[in-house]
């Protein structure tokens, strides 16, 4: 009986031991990765909306929407709505970035980011030409009838 408890308690301090390490590297790591989100949704949307911190929104139901943020100020107030959004294309599916108005009442801005749509037709949403014509219309939006 005295020759199982060496094993147990060895086990015991590996396992405190590992869960601390776990522990101290998320929190080391949780920073960073928020730092990266930010600045990966910077990237995205920087040309859309001036914004110094980006708030994650909750889409949990929300039909074609892939993220949501709320774009905040350095002073924490709301400049406007960026938005994700998964739509349909003729050559698949199509990622679009959309920045709202503070009020939700009009585009502020649109990008279409990655997409598999034929090369001289469909890519011609990526052009300043197409998305411009989306700037200050009024949400939900209809352009040419659709």
């Known amino acids: ?14 396992l405190a031991v590992s869960v601390g390490l776990l522990f101290g590297m998320n929190w080391i790591t949780k920073g960073r990765i928020e730092a990266q989100k930010t600045e990966s949704v910077r990237k995205i949307f920087g040309e859309l909306l001036t914004a110094e911190k980006y708030e994650t929104m909750d889409t949990d139901g929300a039909e074609g929407i892939a993220a949501a943020y709320r774009a905040l100020d350095k002073d924490g107030k709301l400049v406007g709505f960026a938005v994700t959004a998964s739509v349909k294309g003729y050559g698949g599916d199509m990622q679009v970035h959309v920045a709202l108005a503070p009020d939700a009442t009009r585009f502020v801005g649109l990008r279409v980011g990655s997409h598999s749509e034929t090369e001289g037709y469909g890519s011609k949403t990526t052009e300043e030409a197409f998305y411009k014509q989306f700037h200050s219309l009024a949400t939900p939006a209809s352009v040419n009838g659709y």
Not at 1 to 14: D, S
Request: hydrophobic share 65%; glycine share 8%; net charge positive.
């Open 1 to 14: 009986m005295k020759g199982i408890w060496k094993p147990i308690v060895n086990l015991v301090i590996v």
